[in-house]
């Protein structure tokens, strides 16, 4: 199954860029791409363990790319991806191998397909797995199996794949190989006795054992169906069946989407249609990427590749979709399971007038990140804008900043918030996932019969010295503790299983296990809570874009921060400034900001009080009328908010 790579959002440059010299050798070959036996895998791996830099060496050691020392994290093309040192959107590229063992003289043709290791790219690494046969399941041989390993594990299994184990790093003095293949049969249940799950030693870093780990793709797995011999079967011209598990914007080619052929094959000038739109188009051009793109004449069974139709409108590009040759009446395709947003957040134009250009950039990104949810949504404020559903805080900041970074924009984010499950007493469930939509304290009391918030089951590994204080925040995070394990983590590391809620998910873990803990976690089921909501008053005018629904435990603690942020970023008046933070009519917490005042007595001497006190209450009463006629409203800048609600680390 051959993998291409999966581009960016404004994939033009790659279309239009000059041809290196290897890929210039390539393209003048004619290689026959689909002639070739096939292998299709992924590397999955927890953040920092060495997933990029075994990618950099699999690449130099195929001579896709040159092995000339420049290459780091090649496939992590986004400057945000460079910049935070993680991987954050699926990316993949194939390979030429001839295995020195085999007496075959055509070379094998390796997909690799490069996935994010975060939880909140889960749906990312699902759909990109979907497509393999094998995983290099990397750890890190200092560490040992960490939070995120687990997950992808998970995950990896669900979709079937072959697990090859790699343990990396094994060339520092602190590696520990032993330790690591205890914890791959105790928590992964891997049964280590089986020589086709004998790990792999390497050192991406040096390049030590990536021949090892190419030659057990192709002998721990088998060719995929439609191979016979190292030549397609010629059947699979009949009968075409492509997925579409991925799709990008080009703003001079239209939109591309990214298939893998299931059965028979598809050429260019081939009239096909797509299930879910009903739509047909022509395929004007089709290819693979090596690591470029690179055209070729016929994708057939068992390949992935990109197809570029005459498809414009963004909206028709369905991650999920099954497209078929005109005439020809097939069964769809699963397709996937649409992600479900767990984290909501508005965003805005910081200047009104740029929300069109704003819309356009989001829906053209959203092409290249389906996990996202989109609905238009107004406040006074802020004016126009969207509200966006996220798979969690770090996936918001990766779009924001891709915002920024790709269309430009200068944006503000609203507070993240969770969807809420609200039952009235007539009956009714509702999902609220936007504050201002929250019912207030007076139609609680009235008409509600139960609020619910979402939890998550968090899986938490750390060392042995730091097992109290990561129970101690979990604690304070209103966490449950469901098991603890000392003994599956071998003699140094304590596995920790928790259900917490979703709004309170920890997110200083760093700082209490000095970077040694880890932390993952998956959905869960929604539970009672007593929530209210905390909204904001400035001069007795309400602020919708800062309120927010939280645990009443938190309540006062926050209103207490948010008033004084309030305080410190407004700008002064001419009259005091009452900020309040209220629940229902209950004031949790109050800052007055004191006025500009002018010395109207600084040119008086002598005489009696009452002669100073006179111009005082003159001064007094011109403020009144100040705001008697409305020319006394606080206007809350636009540059406040960015101040307030900028979750950007400083």
Not at 480 to 503: C, R, W
Request: proline share 5%; glycine share 6%; hydrophobic share 40%.
């Amino acid at each position: 199954m051959l993998a291409p790579c999966v581009f960016i959002p404004c994939t033009s440059a790659h279309y239009n860029e000059p041809q290196s010299s290897t890929q210039r050798c390539v393209r003048s070959a004619s290689t026959a791409y689909d002639t070739l036996e096939t292998r299709s895998f992924s590397i999955i791996a927890h953040i920092d363990h060495g997933k990029s830099t075994l990618a950099d060496r699999l690449l130099e050691h195929t001579q896709t790319i040159p092995s000339d020392g420049s290459n780091k994290q090649v496939l992590d093309k986004l400057k945000v991806e460079r910049e935070r040192g993680i991987t954050v959107k699926s990316q993949a590229v194939s390979m030429l191998y001839k295995d020195p063992n085999r007496t075959d003289t055509k070379p094998i043709l390796l997909n690799l397909i490069d996935t994010p290791g975060h939880v909140d790219f889960a749906y990312e690494v699902r759909r990109s797995l979907s497509v393999c046969q094998s995983a290099l399941l990397v750890v890190d041989a200092t560490q040992g199996i960490q939070a995120q390993s687990i997950s992808v594990f998970k995950i990896a299994q669900q979709c079937g794949v072959k697990i090859i184990p790699v343990l990396n790093k094994v060339d520092l003095p602190a590696s520990n190989p032993a330790r690591c293949v205890a914890q791959l049969s105790d928590i992964l249940g891997i049964d280590m006795a089986d020589p086709a799950n004998a790990p792999l030693l390497v050192s991406a870093k040096t390049g030590e054992g990536v021949d090892k780990v190419l030659h057990a793709l192709i002998s721990r797995t088998q060719p995929l169906l439609g191979v016979e011999g190292g030549a397609i079967e010629q059947r699979g011209l009949h009968g075409l069946r492509a997925l579409v598990f991925d799709s990008w914007y080009d703003k001079y080619r239209g939109v591309i989407a990214l298939t893998s052929i299931v059965d028979g094959a598809v050429r260019k000038g081939d009239h096909i249609a797509s299930m879910h739109t009903g739509k047909k188009y022509e395929v004007l051009d089709l290819g693979v990427h090596h690591p470029g793109p690179i055209s070729t004449p016929v994708l057939r069974k068992g390949q992935v590749g990109w197809i570029i139709t005459n498809m414009k409108d963004t909206e028709e590009a369905s991650v999920g979709d099954t497209f078929h040759r005109v005439g020809e009446r097939i069964e769809a395709l699963p397709g996937f399971r649409p992600a479900v947003p767990t984290v909501f957040a508005g965003i805005f134009p910081t200047a009104k007038t740029d929300f069109l250009k704003l819309e356009d950039a989001i829906q053209r990104l959203a092409i290249n990140d389906r996990s996202i949810t989109m609905q238009r949504e107004s406040m006074m404020a802020l004016g126009q804008g969207y509200r966006l559903g996220f798979l969690g805080t770090l996936h918001l900041d990766v779009f924001r900043q891709r915002l920024e970074d790709e269309y430009g924009h200068e944006i503000i984010v609203t507070t993240p918030t969770v969807p809420f499950r609200i039952t009235y007493k007539n009956g009714a469930q509702v999902l609220c996932s936007n504050p201002v939509e929250f019912p207030d304290e007076s139609v609680r009391k009235t008409h509600v019969a139960d609020m619910q918030e979402p939890t998550v089951l968090g899986s938490l590994v750390c060392p042995e010295e730091y097992t109290g204080a990561m129970m101690e925040l979990c604690a304070e995070h209103r966490g449950e503790q469901l098991d603890i394990d000392f003994s599956n983590a071998g003699a140094t590391q304590v596995h920790m299983l928790y259900k917490l809620p979703l709004a309170e998910v920890v997110t200083d873990l760093k700082s209490r296990s000095s970077g040694f803990a880890s932390f993952d976690y998956e959905d869960g089921d929604y539970a009672s809570s007593d929530l209210i909501k905390l909204r904001f008053l400035v001069a007795n005018a309400p602020v919708d874009a800062l309120e927010l629904v939280l645990h009443r435990s938190k309540a006062v603690q926050y209103a207490r921060m948010w008033v004084k942020k309030l305080k410190d970023a407004i700008p002064r008046q001419q009259f005091e400034i009452k900020i309040q933070a209220c629940a229902g009519s209950k004031v949790l917490a109050s800052e007055t900001q004191s006025a500009y005042r002018k010395d109207v007595t600084a040119g008086l001497y002598g005489g009696h009080y009452e002669r100073k006190l006179k111009h005082l209450n003159k001064q007094k009463e011109g403020k009144k009328k100040l705001k008697a006629m409305s020319l006394g409203r606080v206007r809350v800048p636009q540059e406040v908010f960015v101040k307030i609600l900028d979750t950007r680390k400083k």
